[in-house]
């Protein structure tokens, strides 16, 4: 039933604490949200910049659509051009690509939990809460101790890429065949060391117990008997919170994920109607009806896609486009990687409460303590001894595609070269797809489908349940339109 | 105290990101230290949406003083002049209006990275969303505040090019203006801080004896001095990134790969391949800041002639495979 008193139309932003620029527009009836448009107010144009270059420049490109992801740009480009070449780079320097990946993935879910999203916990509003006096002490924005803490070992962490990649972010190691940097025997076992004391932070600090126990959580009764009598720390502060406000009914929409998978774990994949499938990209198209961009009849396969704004459009309101695989909007993120690879809490959390706030936060804080496990090994298996890198030839013409994760989801680049240049660059996002606008069947985006029922209080500008939601996706808007 | 409010635009939020890696101290021990306190910055604040539109009303009604205005990414022009491609969220008005009005409103600017400073990245090629910087378009002084602008306390801009800008650089900068230890005479030619910006990449780079004898590398991983083949600019680009270093122990050429000079107005289209060295008649044709040409072109072909055994091996590989040789002490 609807409260026609407190019947209202909120443009929310700016947005901070997301990485890049949002503007949430929400229709607002009987305290709640009834729709929800998500606009990305700012175009660069990326892939207008590509075109007409020397297809090996988009490795000094690509890494600047994104500061905060910039290495996974990186790595989509090098998977692009590599497929151009029909060729690879040899174990070693697949393997140093994808450490330098997963630390920027590791360092993006610490900035994520402790930067952007915990801080909403520590806000006024909340003061009464039982929780609140330690959200507020640990999250306070840009004072909380745990928010500091989180900052230092992040910049510990990233003294990975000192040694691998010369400097983060936009570090051109990362070449298509490999990387330009052999790492020797003193650098493996430096490398080892960063990565035994950032283990240490997450246990001491994070967790509260070894990340093998986290990784391993398999059943929702688990993460009751934690948030009651688990090790103190931040995680059972979230599980304490989430339980409070009932975050694990909150942001759920369509539960349909995608994954493209990484180069050390091929496997990516959806999931859809509670069951694991193959992911087809030929079924991949984005649609222009909602964005202001022309080409707005048809959908186009990224390998047949177009960037031109139209700024004077009037049914557009984002300049981010519309993804949609088989038709269908489809959500990417930790979520999606846990489910395809059969993380079995997750899959129990999806099937229960589905993809809510709690079931975003909880799957990367798994995949956060199993990805710093898999590094340590992935640096144990680099063999110091063989080649880093492959001399590979580009071809004149041809078109390739290179695919990814983000810490916040699946990432694609289509590439098409002609005459030594590229002739066209398309590029996917994973908030493209998260944040995507309604579609030409009126179908909204994820975010725009779990903003719908947010509760909304009387006088409130800027509603908090609705910057949790947006929040919970880990959200990185400059690559959304890029 | 000062205070900072730090607006991004059209750039990919890497110099903020950057800057979370500050080290001893860390970024917001740092700021602490140097008395400034964070009006809003979109990364760190808890403000949102309404109460930060509030903020920014009120330093244009001069209800609230601002100190230091930093701005990130570049500034979008386009549509037409419109701005529209960057709407301020929240605010229905183009970003580039909100920083004309702040600019004319703060007694510091600060242009952090090199797309805020001259354009950037963001205005490669087509230039689709017609960026440019605070105050140069390119080498072109103007830009969005125009040649003239002063900022209360009297400097023009002040560039903190980098693409992305090392962290220090960036604190640095912020502690000097909040001591009132920077003047006028300490920005160089684009208005960069010359603490950083009159050293050269080249600088303490660990191929310098690549480079004595032009041993060169040929491709990616190899061990040599990469300014004859690989596009390397490092002695010709302002910025001391071998001597202070990246994340730990870092800088481009450590990890294997050319300077493109990202501290430089224009470095976004060198007219070449990044990765790839013009040469005319095989000699590069951007040589040494302050080496005469046929100075270089003479030295080249001496140090070539006697490069050792070791160096010319070593370059071309990814790992030394000649040691230098131990001198026992009575063959010395």
Known sequence: ?482 | MMNLLWLQSGGCGGCTMSMMCAEAPDLLATLDGAGIDLLWHPTLSEATGAEVVDLLQAIVERRQGLDILCVEGSLLLGPNGSGRFHMMAGTGRPMIDWVRDLAARARHVVAVGTCAAFGGITAAGVNPADACGLQYDGRQKGGLLGPGFRAGAGLPVINVAGCPTHPNWVTETLMLLAGGDMAAGDLDLYQRPRFYADHLVHHGCPRNEYYEYKASAHKPSDLGCMMEHMGCLGTQAHADCNTRLWNGEGSCTRGGYACINCTAPEFEEPGHMFLETPKLAGIPIGLPTDMPKAWFVALSSLAKAATPDRVRRNAATDRIVVPPTVHEKRKR
């Open chain 1, 1 to 482: 039933m609807t409260d026609a008193a407190t019947d209202r139309r909120l443009i929310v932003g700016p947005f901070n604490r997301v990485e890049g620029d949002l503007e949430v527009h929400l229709d607002v009836a009987g305290g709640a949200v009834r729709a929800a448009r998500v606009n990305s107010p700012l175009f660069r144009g990326f892939e207008r910049i590509l075109e007409g270059r020397d297809p090996r420049d988009a490795l000094v490109i690509v890494p600047r659509i994104c500061g905060i992801c910039s290495v996974s740009q990186s790595v989509a480009a090098a998977r692009a051009l590599e497929g151009l070449a029909g060729a690879a780079p040899p174990p070693n320097g697949l393997l140093a690509q994808e450490i330098m990946r997963a630390v920027e993935n590791i360092g993006d879910h610490l900035t994520h939990f402790h930067v952007f999203f915990m801080p909403d916990f520590a806000r006024a509003a909340y003061a009464g809460r039982p929780w609140f006096g330690q959200a507020e002490a640990g999250f306070k924005a840009a004072a909380g101790s745990a928010v500091r803490e989180a900052v230092a070992a992040r910049s510990n962490l990233f003294h990975v890429f000192g040694i691998m990649g010369g400097k983060w972010p936009h570090t051109l190691t990362i070449q298509p065949g490999g990387v330009s940097r052999a790492v020797d025997a003193r650098d493996k076992v430096r490398l080892g060391a960063i990565v035994a004391d950032f283990k240490r932070f997450l246990e001491g600090r994070l967790y509260g117990a070894p990340l093998e126990t986290v990784a391993a959580l398999a059943m929702p009764g688990e993460l009751e008997a934690w948030r009651d009598h688990g090790p103190a720390g931040h995680f059972r502060l979230f599980l304490e919170i989430a339980a409070d406000l009932g975050l694990d009914r909150l942001g759920r929409a369509y539960d349909r994920f995608l994954s493209y998978g990484t180069g050390l774990a091929p496997a990516g994949g959806i999931w859809q109607a509670g069951a694991a499938g193959a992911l087809d990209p030929a079924l991949i198209a984005e649609d222009h009806s909602h964005a202001r961009m022309a080409g707005r009849e048809r959908r186009h396969h990224p390998f047949d896609g177009s960037t031109v704004p139209d700024g004077a459009d009037e049914d557009g309101y984002t300049w981010c486009k519309a993804p949609r695989l088989a038709g269908l909007p489809f959500e990417t993120g930790a979520v999606a990687r846990q489910l395809v690879g059969g993380q079995p809490l997750i899959r129990a959390l999806a099937a229960g409460e589905g993809g809510t706030v709690r079931t975003r936060v909880v799957a990367r804080l798994v995949e956060l303590a199993a990805a710093v496990l898999d590094l340590g090994q992935a640096i144990r298996r680099l063999d110091v001894r063989d080649a880093w890198f492959t001399d590979i030839r580009l071809p004149d013409s041809g078109r390739a595609m290179g695919l990814t994760e983000a810490a916040r989801g699946a990432l694609g680049h289509w590439l098409r070269v002609e005459g030594g240049r590229i002739a066209a660059y398309q590029i996917i996002a994973p908030t493209t797809w998260n944040f995507s606008p309604r579609d030409s069947d009126g179908v909204p985006g994820p975010l725009e489908a779990a903003l719908v029922g947010a509760p909304v209080a009387d006088g409130e500008r800027t509603p908090v349940a609705v910057q949790h939601i947006v929040r919970s996706f880990d959200p990185c808007m400059v690559c959304t339109v890029h």
